[in-house]
């Protein structure tokens, strides 16, 4: 059996930061992808952050395949054929330090893994890690796919994604409930680069995101969202699995629903479809957070449901748990001490950093909009109502106008339940 | 834009390999009314055989994101990874 310091398991943006920086610590790591090559198999939405980035591959946008620079970000809110925008663009997001980029998964992966082999690590792919293996109750490696495929280690770095099986197996992790997830659809539309410039307001090269909601998804609790790429579009909707199956929707028609709306028809037409992809975001908040570590192992990214569904951050969170994780293995395999008292270094350090801070701060968040299904129901339809008896001129006398919008508030949701919605959002979001 | 179509462009390295069963294809008959595995599935890989009085799973087709695992209400279908180097194989990610 072939021995390593750090096994990583997974080749997505959380195991390869994991993997770099074990390496960079100079421990012999691999990262077992079970893909062709990493990012294959990986779907986000995607955008990525810059700070978190840099911190894993200093000055990456220098030679990283990314899409567009994000320098607008816009919210929409749909109700029927009507919608309601607020924004935010600084084009100074265009230029160096950044704040985000696009990317596309499979291309920015795979340089992410070549900047590992780099350092040192070695890829091993086409690989499924089966199960971790035991010496009584310690770990010590895991059992893959292929035949004498057992690899032994002093810590393995479970970077499975959101599919949990092997921290389920590993007594770390719960499986997924259908209230935690988000099942998520997207397609890549292509388009030559000066319609999406034209059509998103652009400087060459800059880049745009919208996230969508209400009718967005059909007032289900989820968001619809469009990022501009080089020359395509990424467009997808992801909605809790749990309401969607109530409400009997499909993934599919959802996206098509979507891309139907008056709005979003005209910044799509004429593209062609590329791709269509799917994937499972994990929405369970901080609760969700399963036990990150025991002796040898180390959890992070999705797999530790470190996602930030409110400001659309994942990737960031991935990395930093990744970088967390691989400088923990290194420190505890150089002291002789993998123990589970020992690998709490990890989880203090993620309660120090932003990933589990922001997680703690949304902590009501998911039971708030559990338990108010309405809000993205009624609020898209009661703003745009608003917006558009205060905006329409029919020689209505604006105090009168404003009394009727009071009013038709009130017909949408009682004073109360308006208090209690405005309540409950200030616990959960501040 | 259907579905179908959708599915054609995505790419596979297929495995003879079938990596979803359904556990017990009587539950699927007398206690699951509803069959949501047919409509929650992004590639609509259940599909309820009226004939044959069971659901029909086209693995081919899946596009690995787990969710039949977790949307089951009876946790009757047993979905894994497909073999390494095998199903999908995302062109743009």
């Given at each position: 059996?072939?021995?390593?310091?750090?096994?990583?398991?997974?080749?997505?943006?959380?195991?390869?930061?994991?993997?770099?920086?074990?390496?960079?610590?100079?421990?012999?790591?691999?990262?077992?992808?079970?893909?062709?090559?990493?990012?294959?198999?990986?779907?986000?939405?995607?955008?990525?952050?810059?700070?978190?980035?840099?911190?894993?591959?200093?000055?990456?946008?220098?030679?990283?395949?990314?899409?567009?620079?994000?320098?607008?970000?816009?919210?929409?809110?749909?109700?029927?054929?009507?919608?309601?925008?607020?924004?935010?663009?600084?084009?100074?997001?265009?230029?160096?330090?950044f704040?985000?980029?696009?990317?596309?998964r499979?291309?920015f992966?795979?340089?992410?893994?070549?900047?590992?082999?780099?350092?040192?690590?070695?890829?091993?792919?086409?690989?499924?890690?089966?199960?971790?293996?035991?010496?009584?109750?310690?770990?010590?490696?895991?059992?893959?796919?292929?035949?004498?495929g057992?690899?032994?280690?002093?810590?393995?770095?479970?970077?499975?994604?959101?599919?949990?099986?092997?921290?389920?197996?590993?007594?770390?992790a719960?499986?997924?409930?259908?209230?935690?997830?988000?099942?998520?659809?997207?397609?890549?539309?292509?388009?030559?680069?000066?319609?999406?410039?034209?059509?998103?307001?652009?400087?060459?090269?800059?880049?745009?995101?919208?996230?969508?909601?209400?009718?967005?998804?059909?007032?289900?609790?989820?968001?619809?969202?469009?990022?501009?790429?080089?020359?395509?579009?990424?467009?997808?909707?992801g909605?809790?699995?749990?309401?969607?199956?109530?409400?009997?929707?499909?993934?599919?028609?959802?996206?098509?629903?979507?891309?139907?709306?008056?709005?979003?028809?005209?910044?799509?037409?004429?593209?062609?479809?590329?791709?269509?992809?799917?994937?499972?975001?994990?929405?369970?908040?901080?609760?969700?957070?399963?036990?990150?570590?025991?002796?040898?192992?180390?959890?992070?990214?999705?797999?530790?449901?470190?996602?930030?569904?409110?400001?659309?951050?994942?990737?960031?969170?991935?990395?930093?748990?990744?970088?967390?994780?691989?400088?923990?293995?290194?420190?505890?395999?150089?002291?002789?001490?993998?123990s589970?008292?020992?690998?709490?270094?990890?989880?203090?350090?993620?309660?120090?950093?932003?990933v589990?801070?922001?997680?703690?701060?949304?902590?009501?968040?998911?039971?708030?909009?559990?338990?108010?299904?309405?809000?993205?129901?009624?609020?898209?339809?009661?703003?745009?109502?608003?917006?558009?008896?205060?905006?329409?001129?029919?020689?209505?006398?604006?105090?009168?106008?404003?009394?009727?919008?009071?009013?038709?508030?009130?017909?949408?949701?009682?004073?109360l339940?308006?208090?209690?919605?405005?309540?409950?959002?200030?616990?959960?979001?501040? | 834009?259907?579905?179908?179509?959708?599915?054609?462009?995505?790419?596979?390295?297929?495995?003879?390999?079938?990596?979803?069963?359904?556990?017990?294809?009587?539950?699927?008959l007398?206690?699951?009314?509803?069959?949501?595995?047919?409509?929650?599935?992004?590639?609509?890989?259940?599909?309820?055989?009226?004939e044959?009085?069971?659901?029909?799973?086209?693995?081919?087709?899946?596009?690995?994101?787990?969710?039949?695992?977790?949307?089951?209400?009876?946790?009757?279908?047993?979905?894994?990874?497909?073999?390494?180097?095998?199903?999908?194989?995302w062109?743009?990610?």
């Open positions: 059996m072939e021995n390593f310091d750090v096994i990583v398991v997974g080749g997505g943006p959380a195991g390869l930061s994991a993997a770099l920086s074990a390496a960079k610590a100079g421990m012999k790591t691999v990262v077992i992808e079970r893909g062709d090559y990493p990012g294959t198999k990986n779907v986000m939405g995607g955008i990525l952050y810059t700070k978190a980035t840099d911190m894993v591959v200093p000055e990456f946008w220098k030679e990283a395949p990314l899409e567009r620079p994000i320098i607008e970000q816009r919210i929409a809110m749909l109700s029927g054929d009507e919608s309601i925008m607020a924004g935010y663009r600084d084009p100074a997001w265009g230029v160096e330090p704040n985000a980029h696009s990317i596309l499979v291309k992966d795979s340089w992410l893994a070549k900047q590992a082999e780099k350092a040192g690590v070695l890829i091993l792919t086409e690989t499924l890690v089966e199960d971790l293996l035991y010496q009584d109750d310690r770990v010590v490696g895991v059992r893959t796919g292929r035949a004498e057992d690899l032994g280690a002093k810590v393995v770095i479970i970077a499975e994604g959101v599919n949990n099986f092997l921290a389920v197996k590993a007594g770390l719960k499986p997924l409930k259908p209230q935690a997830v988000a099942v998520t659809v997207k397609e890549v539309i292509a388009l030559p680069k000066e319609k999406i410039e034209d059509r998103f307001c652009l400087d060459e090269g800059q880049g745009a995101t919208i996230e969508l909601y209400g009718d967005s998804t059909a007032g289900l609790m989820g968001v619809g969202f469009i990022y501009t790429n080089k020359e395509s579009i990424s467009i997808g909707v909605a809790i699995l749990d309401p969607m199956i109530r409400n009997n929707w499909t993934p599919n028609d959802l996206l098509e629903n979507l891309k139907s709306k008056p709005y979003v028809k005209r910044l799509l037409q004429g593209g062609e479809t590329k791709e269509y992809l799917a994937h499972l975001i994990p929405e369970g908040g901080y609760t969700s957070v399963p036990k990150l570590h025991r002796q040898g192992v180390l959890v992070v990214g999705d797999t530790a449901m470190l996602m930030n569904s409110l400001n659309r951050e994942g990737s960031n969170l991935a990395m930093i748990s990744g970088k967390i994780a691989g400088e923990v293995a290194a420190q505890t395999i150089k002291t002789g001490d993998v589970d008292q020992a690998m709490t270094v990890y989880e203090t350090r993620l309660r120090d950093s932003f589990l801070k922001d997680l703690h701060h949304y902590r009501h968040m998911g039971m708030f909009f559990e338990k108010n299904e309405h809000l993205l129901k009624t609020y898209p339809k009661l703003l745009s109502q608003a917006a558009k008896m205060y905006l329409s001129a029919d020689g209505t006398p604006k105090k009168a106008r404003q009394k009727e919008i009071i009013k038709m508030a009130f017909e949408h949701r009682s004073k339940g308006l208090i209690k919605d405005v309540y409950g959002a200030w616990r959960a979001l501040l | 834009m259907k579905l179908d179509d959708k599915l054609f462009l995505v790419r596979f390295n297929t495995d003879k390999l079938n990596h979803i069963k359904i556990k017990d294809p009587n539950v699927c007398k206690q699951c009314e509803d069959k949501p595995c047919t409509r929650f599935c992004p590639a609509h890989v259940y599909d309820w055989d009226e044959e009085k069971r659901i029909s799973v086209g693995y081919e087709g899946c596009l690995e994101c787990g969710t039949c695992l977790i949307g089951c209400p009876f946790g009757n279908i047993d979905w894994k990874y497909p073999r390494g180097g095998f199903g999908v194989s062109k743009n990610g």
